[in-house]
């Protein structure tokens, strides 16, 4: 028996509707401090440019800074929405290229532990987006805590940043420990950030791999690699987007190939890639 209301069903997208699946990709990392969220916005700017309607999810819920990042000023939050006095569209901001990002706030430690009356209008609210996004991009915050394993597991893709720290490696090794054996997750996609060379990255990946596929029993996909840039750092200083500020710098360059890569990626098959789908994961209603 189908329960969902036509406000509902209405909100998913179907191949018969013509309207495209909404691919949703977690970006997270073991530890802090390796560029995931550079990497999230710069991945979002460069896939608009290549035609895609893109949302950004600050998922680093009460500590987000994808709008500082960006240099936007949201004027209201997740907060809002979820005290119900405004709609995830009052909330949503514009930023370069396009892409519309959904701020998380800072300092707000209520986001972190929801009420089920809130669980229910974070639902309803992004179902609505279902049918206006082509990809979800998540910045997961960083480690193994409930909130970025939840995301990690309920996306369609997971892409785990790690950098040749060891500490790195190691953290990013646990996360999907715990993604392996407490959500079942046994694929994943590395990228890794910050490297002097070619033959670093892949050495990097080299070891995560092989530890990886020897204790864990879980399938790495090599994404490729961003170099360590002078540009970064300056572009993070003026609160703009790398590729927005410095297309020509290496690490726009690697940005752009990195978005073709993901654009290229062949079309879900599971009902996973929805946005609804990904929040009833997310949230399981009672």
Same mark, same amino acid.
């Given at each position: &028996?189908?329960?969902?209301?036509?406000?509902?069903? &209405?909100?998913?997208?179907?191949?018969?509707?013509?309207?495209? %699946?909404?691919?949703?990709?977690? =970006?997270?990392?073991?530890?802090?401090?390796?560029?995931?969220?550079?990497?999230?916005?710069?991945?979002?700017?460069?896939?608009?440019?290549?035609?895609?309607?893109?949302?950004? +999810?600050?998922? $680093?819920?009460?500590?987000?800074?994808? $709008?500082?990042?960006?240099?936007?000023?949201?004027?209201?939050?997740?907060?809002?929405?979820? %005290?119900?006095?405004?709609?995830?569209?009052?909330?949503?901001?514009?930023?370069?290229?396009?892409?519309? =990002?959904?701020?998380?706030? *800072?300092?707000?430690?209520?986001?972190? *532990?929801?009420?089920?009356?809130?669980?229910?209008?974070?639902? !309803?609210?992004?179902?609505?987006?279902?049918?206006?996004?082509?990809?979800?991009?998540? $910045?997961?915050? /960083?480690?193994?805590?409930?909130?970025?394993?939840?995301?990690?597991? /309920?996306?369609?893709?997971?892409?785990?940043?790690?950098?040749?720290?060891?500490?790195?490696?190691?953290?990013?090794?646990?996360?999907? @420990?715990?993604?392996?054996?407490?959500?079942?997750?046994?694929?994943?996609?590395?990228?890794?950030?910050?490297?002097?060379?070619?033959?670093?990255?892949?050495?990097?990946?080299? @070891?995560?791999?092989?530890?990886?596929?020897?204790?864990?029993?879980?399938?790495?996909?090599?994404?490729?690699?961003?170099? +360590? $840039?002078?540009?970064?750092?300056?572009?993070?200083?003026?609160?703009?987007?790398?590729?927005?500020?410095?297309? %020509?710098?290496?690490? !726009?360059?690697?940005?752009?190939?990195? /978005?073709?890569? =993901?654009?290229?990626?062949?079309?879900?098959?599971?009902?996973?890639?929805?946005?609804?789908?990904?929040?009833?994961?997310?949230?399981? &209603?009672?």
């Amino acid at each position: &028996m189908n329960n969902m209301s036509s406000e509902q069903t &209405m909100a998913m997208p179907t191949k018969a509707q013509g309207n495209p %699946c909404t691919r949703v990709i977690a =970006v997270t990392s073991g530890k802090g401090g390796v560029g995931k969220t550079n990497v999230v916005v710069n991945l979002a700017v460069e896939l608009a440019r290549a035609g895609k309607r893109v949302l950004v +999810l600050d998922a $680093d819920l009460g500590l987000g800074n994808v $709008d500082v990042l960006l240099g936007l000023v949201p004027r209201f939050t997740l907060e809002h929405v979820l %005290c119900g006095s405004h709609r995830l569209s009052d909330i949503i901001i514009s930023g370069p290229a396009g892409i519309q =990002v959904l701020p998380a706030g *800072s300092g707000l430690p209520q986001l972190t *532990s929801l009420t089920d009356s809130q669980q229910l209008i974070l639902q !309803s609210e992004l179902e609505r987006t279902a049918d206006t996004v082509e990809v979800l991009l998540i $910045d997961t915050g /960083a480690g193994v805590s409930p909130n970025v394993t939840y995301f990690a597991s /309920a996306a369609q893709e997971t892409i785990v940043v790690i950098s040749p720290e060891p500490t790195s490696l190691t953290d990013g090794y646990a996360l999907m @420990k715990v993604l392996c054996r407490q959500h079942r997750e046994h694929r994943f996609k590395v990228l890794v950030n910050l490297v002097k060379s070619q033959r670093e990255a892949t050495q990097t990946f080299r @070891k995560l791999d092989r530890a990886a596929e020897r204790f864990l029993n879980i399938k790495l996909e090599y994404l490729g690699c961003i170099p +360590l $840039d002078d540009y970064l750092p300056m572009a993070v200083i003026e609160q703009k987007a790398v590729t927005e500020l410095f297309p %020509c710098s290496p690490a !726009s360059r690697a940005f752009a190939e990195l /978005a073709k890569k =993901v654009a290229e990626w062949p079309n879900p098959e599971l009902p996973k890639s929805t946005v609804q789908f990904l929040w009833q994961q997310l949230i399981p &209603m009672s």
